[in-house]
Each structure stands twice: as C-alpha cells, then as structure tokens.
C-alpha cells in the first residue's frame, strides 16, 4: 500500500492538516462529561421521585375517599414523605446548589 | 485525576480528536465547526455504552457520532444534506502543498466519495466499519469507494500531466 499514490496523496493531506488540528484538552471536556452525566442521573431521579409522590398522592385521595375519618391523621405522613423523596431523588441537584454555593462563597473571600 | 474513567477518556481523546477533526474537515465542516462537532461527539461517546467498548469499535462508533452531527448540522442549516453533490472546501482547509488541492482534484469528488477515500485510506477503517459510518451497505462501499479511488486518481494524474506541461 506504500506505493499506492492515491493512499499516499491522502496521508500527505491528513499529515499538513495535522499541523492545524486544534490541540486536545481532554481535562476541559472531561468536566463537560460529568455535567451531562449529572444531567442524566439526576433526570431519572426526579422521574422517580415524582412517581413516588404522585403514587402517594393517589393512595392518599383514596383512602379519603373510603374514609374521610383517617384524612387528618395522614397528612403528617404525606407531607414526611414528600420531604423525604426531596432529598432522596434529588442528591446531584442538592449536591451542585451546595458546591456553588461554597464556590460563591470563596470568591467573596 | 487518577479516576480510571478519566484516564480512558483522555487517552482515548487525546489519540483520536485530531483523527476525527481531520475527518470532519475534508467532508465539509469548517475548522471551528469541525471542533465543535468534534467534542460534542467526544461528549455522545462517553455518555454512550461505546466508551466501555474495545477501542477500533469505539473509534467507528464515535467516527459515526461526528457523521451524524456533521449531517444534522446540515439540516439544520436549512440545507439538503447531499452527499452526492461535489463540495468545494472552506479555503481556510485548502493546503497549498497538499496534492488534493493543487488541481482542485479533492474539489472535484463527491462528498460521499471524499468520505470513503478518507476513512478508507487515512483512517484505514475496514469496509464494515466504513459501511456503518456511512450508512451505506458493505457492497455499496465496494463499489463506491473503487470508482472514489479511480475518479482521484484521474484527477491526479491530470494534475500531474498539467505539471509536466509547464
């Protein structure tokens, strides 16, 4: 194949285009990678978190719809399961508020 | 960073972003398009099941990312993304030295073609691989890229002869 002019015509090219390829900066991109992956958990996540609230919510419309008696007494447990499935589902948000917080937070100083 | 994950990626990257910006320019992208594509199909790579792959079908895999994008950044510009149409390249890619360009004879080829002849002949992919990239069958690639390698090399031979002329 060495002596293939075609193959070597292009292996000229592709050897002067070499010298005008932009220089690879893998850390930079890397960090682009971490956000997006972030992104990604953090979307299937908040499927589930709003899964569990809404099955919640559907159990708690029918238990008040079968006995309203028990209505006040699930309220505490709604809301403890709300908050809860908050923090559960939702880590890499919460994370990355904190991190930016504690970014700002060093710039101030 | 000793994280594995970013170790395979750098190494991965750093052995192939200059292959794939290559690649995107002699099909079409400017430079700064080429770049950008060229990360943004680094980024698809890894978020991808490919990036635990062994590195020849990861390298075609991401070589298909940069088609892809390259295609859909046609149409998104509003063009008929037309692989049979000649395509005259942006000048800042033309290189005076360079044997494609001193007779137009890369001009002259079809995109399609100057994307065979390159994964072909630069990138030395194999005929499946091209096949998957292009989205084209194993025998079309055959065929195409013989009668890619027949149409260049009559352009460089007339180049070549119009040398000796002068």
Same mark, same amino acid.
């Given at each position: 194949?060495?002596?293939?002019?075609?193959?070597?015509?292009?292996?000229?090219?592709?050897?002067?285009?070499?010298?005008?390829?932009?220089?690879?900066?893998?850390?930079?991109?890397?960090?682009?990678?971490?956000?997006?992956?972030?992104?990604?958990?953090?979307?299937?996540?908040?499927?589930?978190?709003?899964?569990?609230?809404?099955?919640?919510?559907?159990?708690?419309?029918?238990?008040?719809?079968?006995?309203?008696?028990?209505?006040?007494?699930?309220?505490?447990?709604?809301?403890?399961?709300?908050?809860?499935?908050?923090?559960?589902?939702?880590?890499?948000?919460?994370?990355?508020?904190?991190?930016?917080?504690?970014?700002?937070?060093?710039?101030?100083? | 960073?000793?994280?594995?994950?970013?170790?395979?990626?750098?190494?991965?990257?750093?052995?192939?972003?200059?292959?794939?910006?290559?690649?995107?320019?002699?099909?079409?992208?400017?430079?700064?398009?080429?770049?950008?594509?060229?990360?943004?199909?680094?980024?698809?790579?890894?978020?991808?099941?490919?990036?635990?792959?062994?590195?020849?079908? !990861?390298? +075609?895999? #991401?070589?298909?990312?940069?088609?892809? =994008? $390259?295609?859909?950044?046609?149409?998104?510009?509003?063009? *008929? &993304?037309?692989?049979?149409?000649?395509?005259?390249?942006?000048?800042?890619?033309?290189?005076?030295?360079?044997?494609?360009?001193?007779?137009? !004879?890369? +001009?002259? #080829?079809?995109?399609?073609?100057?994307? =065979? $002849?390159?994964?072909?002949?630069?990138?030395?992919?194999? *005929? &499946?691989?091209?096949?998957?990239?292009?989205?084209?069958?194993?025998?079309?690639?055959?065929?195409?890229?013989?009668?890619?390698?027949?149409?260049?090399?009559?352009? #460089?031979?007339?180049?070549?002869?119009?040398?000796?002329?002068?």
């Amino acid at each position: 194949m060495n002596d293939d002019p075609i193959a070597a015509a292009l292996r000229r090219d592709a050897e002067l285009l070499l010298d005008l390829a932009p220089a690879p900066d893998a850390a930079a991109l890397w960090h682009k990678v971490r956000r997006a992956r972030s992104k990604r958990i953090q979307r299937v996540m908040d499927i589930c978190g709003w899964s569990l609230r809404a099955t919640v919510a559907i159990a708690f419309g029918g238990v008040a719809l079968s006995a309203p008696e028990a209505l006040p007494a699930l309220i505490v447990p709604l809301a403890l399961v709300g908050w809860l499935s908050t923090g559960i589902c939702t880590p890499l948000l919460h994370s990355e508020r904190s991190a930016n917080v504690s970014l700002r937070a060093g710039s101030a100083s | 960073m000793s994280d594995p994950a970013f170790l395979r990626f750098a190494n991965f990257y750093s052995d192939h972003s200059s292959g794939l910006w290559r690649y995107l320019v002699r099909i079409g992208a400017d430079r700064t398009l080429a770049e950008d594509l060229g990360q943004e199909a680094f980024l698809r790579w890894s978020l991808s099941q490919a990036a635990s792959w062994e590195d020849e079908k !990861a390298r +075609a895999y #991401l070589f298909t990312i940069g088609t892809r =994008l $390259l295609t859909d950044w046609w149409r998104h510009q509003r063009c *008929h &993304a037309d692989w049979e149409a000649t395509y005259e390249p942006p000048p800042a890619t033309e290189i005076a030295d360079s044997p494609l360009f001193r007779s137009q !004879a890369w +001009a002259n #080829l079809t995109r399609r073609h100057q994307q =065979l $002849l390159w994964l072909a002949y630069v990138e030395e992919f194999s *005929h &499946a691989e091209i096949a998957s990239i292009c989205g084209v069958s194993m025998a079309s690639v055959r065929v195409l890229l013989s009668r890619a390698r027949a149409l260049l090399a009559k352009y #460089l031979k007339t180049d070549n002869e119009e040398t000796a002329h002068e």
